[in-house]
């Protein structure tokens, strides 16, 4: 599921209702936040670009939860692991 459509879900779901603390996702699921968040930082120059001998090296703070997982629309996503 792409990172708007999982926004999507959780407005569907939840509304105005508390949305969850965590909430698991597949590994496509967990890529594609993970580049809405990059994409976002970026967007919002949210990223410091430092000058280096080999060119520009940007970083760009991103929020991880209790269980590690990534935090995407104030909601930490929790990586689930197929066997």
């Keep these: 599921m792409k990172s708007h459509e999982l926004y999507k879900h959780f407005q569907d779901t939840f509304g105005q209702k508390v949305w969850p603390e965590t ?5 496509e699921t967990y890529g594609y936040c993970c580049q809405a968040v ?35 629309k104030n909601v ?3 990586l689930k692991v197929e066997p």
Excluded: C
């Design 38 to 72: 990059f994409d976002w930082s970026i967007k919002n120059r949210e990223t410091l670009l430092f000058k280096r001998g080999m060119g520009d090296l940007s970083i760009t703070q991103i929020s991880l939860g209790p269980n590690n997982g990534l935090f995407f």
């Design 23 to 27: 909430y698991d996702v597949d590994a």
């Design 76 to 78: 930490e996503l929790i």
